[in-house]
């Protein structure tokens, strides 16, 4: 048998379908095919994975087998199997993160939203999960960073409980639900464990989720804060001046009123405050809280979500209700919400664009 030049170019563009589950690029890319040839009728494949033990082995060997099978003329596929070396590791890793330090810098185009509330149980974390998977059924790439350490939900609403991070040598690799890239503590501790951490320690587990996790180009990023006007809340002013705020509140008064707390940390770290969001409206909880909280902190109101059985039931089971019950009213209003998020214009105001003029 002799190599067919022919079959081999078109092997490898079949091979450039195939994407790393993880990394969300093609493995010919990420230089994991190391040779592909088609000898005679055999396609001869060496795949190199990023590490031992990689969770998405399986897939990716499936989808090459795949895939190099469907090419013109080949009968059967040689599929050998190894590991990056530290070196060719390290030299992805670099690759990937290119020369910024902070990937939601200055520098970046990254809409970047941060969802908080004045209190907790306004359904601020069941909004957040369920605008991320909207925001991606846009076609648009989305992460979300569960910034709620001690109160963290979001890797059970978008029924990722048992999901673990792959790290690449010192770059952590966000698990993907229904298209978002997800970091959160959770899943780095047992579910029932009790995080009990001082300032130092929240900033510096802020900070790790915004550098040492690879999210790669995203159009939107949103953080699901924490209730109140803590540690985390100024930490993400330092972190990320430019990232703008959506306050959510439920209708009652009270809660606008406490609600309006957050908005005005937020608006003396140096960020902008872009609307409210009242949820859980109608019924029992009545209405006019998101309202009242509009005017006081000068905004918008972007979405009124009502009362509905069915968001706070998907989220209990792991299955977003914009995608379980996209007919459901508060996944229409979510649903509405997102287009007007992710259509919004991005401010290249004080950004440093990464490009100089000739």
């Keep these: 048998m002799t190599s067919d030049p022919s079959g081999s170019e078109r092997l490898l563009a079949a091979l450039a379908q195939v994407q790393d589950p993880e990394i969300r690029r093609p493995i010919t890319e990420l230089d994991m095919v190391r ?10 494949i060496d795949l190199r994975l990023t590490i031992v033990g990689c969770p998405a082995a399986d897939r990716i060997e499936r989808e090459v087998r795949e895939a190099a099978a ?13 590991v990056m070396t530290p070196v060719e590791r390290e030299a992805l890793v670099t690759r990937l993160r ?17 969802i908080t509330s004045g209190k907790g149980g306004v359904g601020k974390s069941t909004l957040t999960a369920n605008l991320a998977v909207a925001l991606a059924a846009t076609g648009l790439r989305v992460g979300l960073v569960d910034a709620d350490v001690f109160g963290f939900s979001i890797p059970g609403i978008l029924g ?57 180009d995203l159009d939107v990023l949103l953080l699901d804060l924490p209730p109140g006007t803590g540690d985390i809340a100024i930490s993400l002013g330092q972190l990320l001046p430019q990232a703008e705020v959506v306050v959510v509140t439920t209708p009652q008064p009270a809660a606008a009123e406490v609600a309006e707390r957050s908005g005005l940390v937020a ?42 059985g069915p968001l706070r039931e998907d989220g209990d089971a792991g299955s977003p209700a914009v995608l379980a ?8 209003a979510i649903a509405t919400l997102a287009d007007a998020l992710g259509t919004r214009a991005r401010g290249l105001a004080g950004r440093q664009l990464p490009f100089s003029p000739r």
């Design 267 to 308: 608006r003396q770290t140096g960020q902008t405050v872009i609307g409210v969001v009242e949820n859980m409206s109608g019924g029992v909880f009545g209405s006019g809280g998101g309202d009242a909280l509009a005017a006081r902190l000068d905004v918008p109101v972007l979405a009124t979500v009502p009362l509905s």
């Design 98 to 114: 290119g020369t910024r330090a902070q990937q939601f810098g200055p520098d970046s185009l990254t809409q970047v939203y941060a």
């Design 35 to 44: 040779s592909a040839v088609v000898d005679g009728d055999v396609a001869r």
């Design 325 to 332: 019950h996209p007919a459901d009213a508060a996944s229409i």
């Design 160 to 216: 990722i409980l048992d999901a673990t991070p792959t790290q690449v040598d010192d770059m952590i690799l966000p698990p993907v639900a229904h298209g978002v890239k997800v970091i959160s503590i959770g899943m780095f501790v047992e579910p029932s464990t009790a995080v009990s951490w001082r300032g130092p320690l929240l900033h510096r587990t802020l900070q790790q989720f915004l550098t040492d996790v690879w999210f790669g």
């Design 70 to 82: 469907a090419v013109s003329g080949v009968a059967s596929v040689d599929l050998a199997i190894g």
